[in-house]
């Protein structure tokens, strides 16, 4: 669960990219000594003294009128709009010019905290061009580097204390349910479906739901809460600003929920996009359940049905241990075997299996098929357990996880799914050298 969203704003050319990169962590924007490369916003997740937080890099605002300004404008206050708390970077080599005051007085109109940092102070010789940044009237100004990583810490640290409290009482009690997929696929439809009566706007036009609004509901006396997102498409496709934040919505709510509904028209069929959908949920260890809409619609024999399955089954082989469920939600048709698959995958995702038995079943594995030798070597585990649940992980402490191939992992998937009952949930698996005593 994140604690907040801090948005980067700032001119072109003072090093936001840079600083973004660094406290992501990982190269995520591209950062070139030329303005004007980012241009749309950009996503990561951060974390700092044990909280995470989402980040958002936007393109440099500037007075002049250059090339897709009124994008980059449009975008950047969408951003400011999602974030709780707002840092804007400017560039102290350089010193304070007309564009950071131009953006300090839209940032004076905004209701949002902001935190001011002077990027490219390298060493202590620059710190005097700090005090000219007071002029801008946003408080007292960070001295920091972004490609050295000096004073990273301390902008964390200002930005995490003027974070909202964070609501320690959950709204609403149950298991969070949360549709996602591609648009028209009938997310909304079938969230009515399985609501029975209509909470979601329904249209035929693609992108009608701009936001994930939480719907609490009970189901034979259980509570629940299901949350309708908006479609998710492949970011190079996604030019309307307004779907941009949408994507941004659809995401926390898979990060927040308990249970995916990953939705695939069954008219229209399996198509490219489907994958990026249910990669992410697969790559946030939500359980899924994979619902095939739209079936009343599709013409169909006693194979189709299995020849359905049998194309999921190769188009998701990352997949194969989600269920798949048939409905229309336009006629109602086995909408009602959805929440007990739901509540299924969700007791799965939160068993923990004895230490003991566990370790009988990987010791049985081994016994009946060794891992293959490598170099004259062998990979074998010496003992294993369970550290966490949401996703099930386990950790195998082994004589050396170099030797441990891809296939033989996922062969020790396999066979802790065969021994236990895992469908619906991803399992970890982390491989540690064993320590000697």
């Known amino acids: ?247 941004l919505r659809a995401m926390t709510a898979i990060e927040r929920c308990d249970v995916a509904l990953f939705v695939i028209d069954g008219e229209a069929g399996i198509r490219e996009q489907d994958k990026h959908v249910a990669g992410y949920a697969c790559e946030a260890g939500k359980p899924i359940v994979i619902v095939v809409n739209k079936w009343d619609a599709v013409e169909k024999d006693d194979k189709t049905m299995n020849a359905f399955i049998e194309r999921i089954r190769i188009e998701f082989a990352y997949l194969s241990y989600a269920p798949i469920v048939f409905v229309s939600a336009l006629t109602h048709q086995r909408v009602d075997t959805i929440i007990p698959v739901v509540d299924q995958v969700y007791e799965n995702s939160c068993r923990r299996i004895a230490t003991n038995i566990l370790n009988e079943v990987i010791t049985d594995t081994q016994i009946t098929t060794p891992a293959p030798a490598r170099n004259g070597k062998r990979f074998r585990v010496y003992y294993g357990t369970q550290v966490s649940i949401q996703p099930p992980t386990f950790v195998l402490s082994c004589n050396d996880p170099r030797l441990m191939h891809f296939t033989y992992e996922r062969f020790l998937e396999n066979s802790l799914r065969q021994a236990f009952d895992f469908i619906g949930t991803p399992i970890r698996i982390v491989v540690r050298k064993k320590v000697s005593e």
């Not at 916003?41 to 009128?65: C, V």
């Not at 400011?80 to 010019?97: C, H, P, R």
């Not at 408080?139 to 920091?144: F, L, R």
């Open 1 to 247: 669960m994140h604690s907040g969203v801090i948005a980067i704003v700032g001119r072109p050319n003072v090093g936001k990219s840079t600083i973004f990169n660094r406290i992501a962590g990982s190269r995520v924007s591209i950062v070139e000594d030329f303005p004007g490369v980012t241009r749309d916003r950009i996503y990561t997740t951060g974390e700092w003294t044990g909280k995470k937080f989402q980040l958002i890099d936007t393109g440099g605002i500037q007075l002049a009128d250059q090339p897709y300004q009124e994008e980059i404008r449009a975008q950047v206050q969408i951003a400011m709009n999602e974030a709780d708390v707002i840092l804007f970077v400017v560039n102290g080599k350089m010193g304070m010019t007309d564009d950071d005051s131009y953006i300090a007085g839209i940032l004076q109109k905004q209701t949002k905290p902001v935190v001011l940092a002077v990027n490219m102070i390298d060493d202590s010789t620059r710190m005097m061009n700090i005090y000219e940044f007071y002029n801008l009237g946003l408080g007292d100004p960070i001295a920091v580097s972004g490609v050295h990583g000096i004073g990273i810490g301390d902008v964390l640290d200002e930005c995490l204390r003027l974070m909202p409290e964070e609501d320690k009482e959950d709204k609403h009690t149950g298991i969070h349910i949360a549709v996602i997929g591609e648009p028209n696929v009938g997310k909304s439809s079938l969230v009515n479906a399985i609501l029975k009566e209509k909470r979601s706007i329904v249209s035929n036009v693609q992108g009608t739901t701009r936001d994930a609004v939480d719907t609490p509901f009970v189901y034979e006396g259980k509570p629940y809460v299901i949350v309708d997102t908006a479609g998710i498409r492949k970011r190079g496709k996604v030019y309307e600003s307004v779907e941009k934040y949408s994507v």
